[in-house]
Antibody, heavy 120, light 110 residues
């Protein structure tokens, strides 16, 4: 059974930084592209970015609102994916989910999410 | 960038009834990169339908998807108590990649 467990969320001031982690199990992690998706309070879903497999160079792609501020990385030996968030803004407040890629076009399995609150 | 519009905002139905949810794209696209997700309160979304009409693994056959041009439909043939949730549609546009979600339709108990 696929399991994804996020951690690292919390309260941070505008301009601050936070690193989220997601540990995966139940599948061959190194074979899978991984995504981060967020959901603002009472809002819909927004793709944040993704990281390809290490054999694909581990290349990353980001949504425009976070490009240049957020960085996704992975550690296949630990089956973990990370989201480093810098220069945080109040509009980054959301529950952040990690998810597995499905056919490069959808989101297959999801974690339960971790809440990030950006507020002074 | 494609914009997805979902209707209605809320659908109030009783268990056993048929639910018809709509997702309209602002422009046509050549592939069928359209998915539907179910999200219950306090839970993560779950992939139901991909490629507009293919059920994901483990999804009951009371869920079905279809497309007609820029209009996509999710049908739940007979609502079970566990089906009351919010449903989102999602489109993928490649190079550079973009993932667009609709605003969601809430199916609640009448």
């Amino acid at each position: 059974e696929v399991q994804l467990v996020e951690s690292g969320g919390g309260l941070v001031k505008p301009g601050g930084s936070l690193r989220l982690s997601c540990v995966a199990s139940g599948f061959t992690f190194s074979d899978v592209w991984m995504n981060w998706v967020r959901q603002g309070p009472g809002k819909g879903l927004e793709w944040v970015g993704r990281i390809k497999r290490s054999v694909d160079g581990g290349r990353t792609e980001y949504a425009a609102p976070v490009k240049g501020r957020f960085t996704i990385s992975r550690d296949d030996s630990k089956t973990m994916v990370y989201l480093q968030m810098n220069s945080l803004k109040t509009e980054d407040t959301a529950v952040y989910y990690c998810s597995t890629d499905f056919s490069r076009t959808y989101f297959g399995s999801w974690g339960q999410g971790t809440l990030v609150t950006v507020s002074s | 960038e494609i914009v997805l519009t979902q209707s209605p905002d809320t659908l109030s139905l009783s268990p056993g009834e048929r639910a018809t949810l709509s997702c309209r794209a602002s422009q046509s696209f050549s592939n069928s990169y359209l998915a539907w997700y179910q999200q219950k309160p306090g839970q993560a979304p779950r992939l139901l339908i991909y490629g507009a009409s293919n059920r994901a693994t483990g999804i009951p056959d009371r869920f079905s998807g279809s497309e007609s041009g820029t209009d996509f439909t999710l049908i739940i043939s007979m609502l079970e108590p566990e089906d009351f949730a919010v449903y989102y549609c999602q489109h993928y546009g490649g190079s550079p990649p973009s993932f667009t979600f609709g605003p969601g339709t809430k199916v609640d108990i009448k």
